[in-house]
């Protein structure tokens, strides 16, 4: 498990959305193995629920379930509202909530692509705006934006967005990283590759991922807990496991048209049959 954070006065909170499984669920469990109570926000109550019972039977975490659909308009200030009635402010804040569009872009109609980048750009942005005054007041926060290994190679065909947004979340982790840092505060962008989730079920590509190789992939919970150390130290962006470190330096070094032909030759494997 992940070493323990900086002691304040009380327990902190962490906010983590998506947090219903896969990744969040796994760094909820680093979070309150390291001593934080949490806020957890998803669409799907129930798995929210027992995950709160496994972590206050484990840790003692005391955990405030908040569900929510972060497609619709207020649901950041909502969630917020809902957390200060609980008298509960916001130490930690882990960016997780996402999912991925399948098809190429005009494949799906405008309000598809514009529910997807309120969740996945909109959301991350205003969260973290709506929490960094009360950070910065007390000196102390935990950002972490669940970014991804796309966002650090070639877009591809099909999934057109996703790539993009998670290269967003780079770059946006990047500058708040260093505007923040001499506050206590310390942001970081978590950039995962093939991860064990539920994910792929849900974007319907299971089938096609699956026959990808097995160096390719790592344990949500190996991710969870490579992404927490890597926000503990500060990193601004950290690509978990030795085989997407070499995808990613590979990806900076080759020139972009073979970088392109390369990412537009192995799109289908794992795009197959969502043209």
């Known amino acids: 498990m992940a070493r323990k954070s900086k002691k304040l006065k009380q327990k902190p909170l962490c906010l983590i959305t998506g947090a219903s499984a896969g990744i969040g669920a796994a760094l909820a469990r680093e979070f309150a193995a390291a001593g934080w109570n949490l806020a957890l926000t998803a669409r799907r109550e129930e798995p929210m629920v027992e995950l709160a019972k496994e972590l206050k039977a484990k840790f003692g975490t005391v955990s405030h379930i908040l569900p929510a659909d972060l497609s619709k308009p207020g649901a950041c200030a909502d969630i917020l509202a809902r957390l200060k009635k609980k008298k509960a402010h916001v130490d930690g804040l882990v960016n997780n909530a996402g999912y991925g569009l399948t098809g190429y872009f005009m ?22 705006h709506r ?128 970088a392109l032909a390369l990412m537009n030759k192995n799109s289908d494997r794992v795009r197959k049959g969502h043209k």
């Open 107 to 128: 494949h799906n109609d405008w309000q598809a692509h514009k529910d997807f980048l309120s969740v996945m750009l909109e959301v991350p942005c205003e969260m973290t």
């Open 131 to 258: 929490v960094l005054p009360g950070m910065q007041e007390r000196g102390f926060g935990r950002i972490l934006n669940v970014a991804s290994l796309a966002g650090h190679v070639p877009g591809s065909r099909g999934h057109t967005l996703y790539a993009a947004t998670k290269s967003f979340l780079i770059k946006f982790s990047q500058s708040l990283n260093l505007e923040h840092k001499d506050e206590g505060i310390q942001v970081s962008a978590l950039c995962p590759g093939f991860t064990y989730s539920e994910f792929h079920d849900v974007n319907q590509t299971r089938d096609a991922v699956d026959k990808l190789p097995d160096w390719m992939w790592m344990s949500a919970e190996e991710v969870a807990e490579s992404g927490f150390l890597a926000l503990e130290k500060g990193q601004a962006v950290h690509i978990p496991g030795r085989g997407n470190k070499v995808i990613a330096g590979l990806a900076k070094l080759l020139p972009d048209s073979i």
